[in-house]
């Protein structure tokens, strides 16, 4: 589990063949002085698994699905990356929860400073639009981010000084492969909403709920 909160900007340095994965080495730091072998850190977003450490960074093993799935595919050597340590039980949760699993992956398209902040529009697939909400959270390589505007099939967030130069935001270009995590919440809460509107309670399947879109309609949930 994450928070969003990008620790160090790190960088690969290679991307190896092996066996059914991919062995990525990557350059780091900061997010190593409290982590072994078998910790996770979130890569760009992506939970992966320390599997070796050197003085220079660590390795992390990655099926070719995963590399299709996200932008780690799309990476060369001394590309930057988005690094952060597992959440700690005594860690402050500065950002929302973050669970390291990409839902899908947006394109970045437009950059625009405004004052001492800049707003960044992502596409991402029609099939997370129903996850999106004005004000919510959205996790994009890894950074936790409020969505300030909906409009089609794109979102805008606004990113600070700080959130621009300690991330990997101010060194892409536009039609950059941007990882979406939408948030883990309003998953559940979209999950449990269709089940009941489709007569499942979860304990009696096929039982009607007596929760209706009319219902959820009449009250202002939609």
């Known amino acids: 589990m994450f928070t969003g909160i990008v620790r160090e900007i790190g960088s690969l340095t290679s991307r190896k063949r092996s066996g059914e994965s991919y062995r990525l080495e990557i350059r780091a730091e900061k997010v190593l002085e409290n ?27 990655v099926m070719p699905e995963t590399l299709k799935k996200s932008n780690l595919g799309e990476l060369k050597p001394g590309d930057p990356l988005n690094l952060e340590p597992a959440l700690g039980v005594n860690d402050l949760l500065d950002g929302h929860l973050v669970s390291g699993h990409i839902d899908a992956t947006g394109t970045l398209q437009d950059v625009t400073r405004k004052s001492r902040s800049w707003l960044v529009e992502v596409s991402y697939p ?51 492969i941007i990882n979406i995590e939408a948030d883990m919440l ?10 009941y509107l489709q007569g499942d309670t979860g304990t009696h399947r096929g039982q009607s709920s007596g929760l209706t879109r009319e219902v959820l309609q009449d009250k202002g949930f939609i």
């Open 126 to 176: 029609p099939e997370l639009d129903k996850y999106f909400i004005s004000k919510g959270s959205v996790a994009l390589n890894g950074i936790s981010l409020t969505i300030v505007e909906l409009s089609g099939n794109s979102l805008v967030v606004s990113l600070i000084p700080e959130t621009w130069s300690a991330t990997t935001f101010s060194d892409l270009e536009i039609g950059a």
């Open 35 to 61: 982590s072994g072998r078998g910790d996770s850190i979130a890569v760009n977003g992506v939970c992966l698994t320390v599997v070796d450490i050197s003085q220079e960074g660590f390795a992390a093993d």
């Open 186 to 195: 309003g998953k559940y809460v979209v999950k449990t909403t269709e089940n």
